[in-house]
T-cell receptor, first 115, second 114 residues
Framework: NAGVTQTPKFRILKIGQSMTLQCAQD?????MYWYRQDPGMGLKLIYY???????DKGEVPNGYNVSRSTTEDFPLRLELAAPSQTSVYFC??????????????FGEGSWLTVV | AQKITQTQPGMFVQEKEAVTLDCTYD???????LFWYKQPSSGEMIFLIY??????QNATEGRYSLNFQKARKSANLVISASQLGDSAMYFC???????????FGAGTRLFVKA
């Protein structure tokens, strides 16, 4: 089972550069999420999507954009990278609403450093 | 508004002993789910256990159990017979059933001593 796949795993960006973190899931989950985890901290929600064509902001959306053209893919775009965006990024998915559909499945994380 | 609080930044436990990691939450929604995740030093997030707000019994998964006290709004994780491989960061999380967002606590780092 591939589950949730993120690429790249590591990336160093220069200030002002742009990049896209790719995320794909093969579990036919409706919900997908992007979180960031700063050193020694918990996870903060950047954006989420409840289905293809539908996205919404989380707690910390500034400096990021997302799209959800298919059920499987949920890329995260960083425009004009800033040092404050140095973090570990986790893509995740869940089946959807309902008590048993709440569990989130995470990708392995993408370590991003902006210098 | 939803909130998850983990008040223990770090915990030490002797190998083979049990340990309790604290988690309190706040929500106005009567239907919600509570989760615990483990994050080892390698960085990936591993789902451990789930408790629904209407579940009558506390959830158990192998050596993990969730001590759910609804009136106190607490969802503590109990790890029995700790192993060296249990050393990791542990996150408590919550999602309202009718909502879309899962929120996470700040985490507790567990150190298991040989």
């Amino acid at each position: 089972n591939a589950g949730v796949t993120q690429t790249p795993k590591f990336r160093i960006l220069k200030i002002g550069q742009s990049m896209t973190l790719q995320c794909a899931q093969d579990m036919n989950h409706n919900y997908m999420y992007w979180y960031r985890q700063d050193p020694g901290m918990g996870l903060k929600l950047i954006y989420y999507s409840v289905g293809a064509g539908i996205t919404d902001k989380g707690e910390v959306p500034n400096g990021y954009n997302v799209s959800r053209s298919t059920t499987e893919d949920f890329p995260l775009r960083l425009e004009l990278a800033a040092p404050s965006q140095t973090s570990v990024y986790f893509c995740a998915s869940s089946p959807g609403q309902g008590l048993s559909g709440n569990t989130i499945y995470f990708g392995e994380g993408s370590w991003l450093t902006v210098v | 508004a939803q909130k998850i609080t983990q008040t223990q930044p770090g915990m030490f436990v002797q190998e083979k002993e049990a340990v309790t990691l604290d988690c309190t939450y706040d929500t106005s929604d009567p239907s919600y789910g509570l989760f615990w995740y483990k994050q080892p030093s390698s960085g990936e997030m591993i789902f451990l256990i789930y408790q629904g707000s209407y579940d009558q019994q506390n959830a158990t998964e192998g050596r993990y159990s969730l001590n759910f006290q609804k009136a106190r709004k607490s969802a503590n994780l109990v790890i029995s017979a700790s192993q060296l491989g249990d050393s990791a960061m542990y996150f408590c999380a919550m999602k309202n059933t009718g909502g879309f967002k899962t929120i996470f606590g700040a985490g507790t780092r567990l150190f298991v001593k040989a």
